[in-house]
């Protein structure tokens, strides 16, 4: 099992910053991605950023260029620059994990949210 646990959401003006933290415990995998995703109201759970156990970091275009991931072994740290109304959401850590096995299984895992909003 694994539990990711996130902190950091909340309230900022427009052209703001916030950094958003996430804590693994549990299972171990050793080739995982880690990352953040986020849900606006009415809409569909979208990519923000992920990084892999080698640190490829892979980010969606909207926020290229504005928002930084990097992590540890068991923590992803997401810090956003130059924050816009339009992002925000509820954001989600998420955890990939695939075990080293002959048929390579792979396991998602969540964590519960944590709201960014960005309004002046």
């Known amino acids: 099992q694994v539990q990711l646990v996130e902190s950091g959401g909340g309230s900022v003006q427009p052209g703001g910053s916030l950094t958003l933290s996430c804590a693994k415990t549990?299972?171990?995998?050793?080739?995982?991605?880690m990352g953040w995703y986020r849900q606006a109201p009415g809409k569909e759970r979208e990519l923000v950023a992920t990084?892999?156990?080698?640190?490829r970091a892979n980010y969606a275009d909207s926020v290229k260029e504005r928002f930084i991931i990097n992590r540890t072994k068991t923590t992803v740290h997401l810090q956003m620059n130059s924050l816009k109304p339009e992002d925000t959401a509820v954001y989600y850590c998420?955890?990939?994990?695939?075990?080293?096995?002959?048929?390579?299984?792979?396991?998602?895992?969540w964590g519960q949210g944590t709201q960014v909003t960005v309004s002046s």
């Open positions: 990084i892999t156990n080698d640190r």
């Open positions: 549990g299972s171990i995998f050793s080739v995982d991605a």
């Open positions: 998420n955890y990939h994990g695939i075990a080293a096995t002959a048929t390579h299984n792979e396991y998602v895992y």
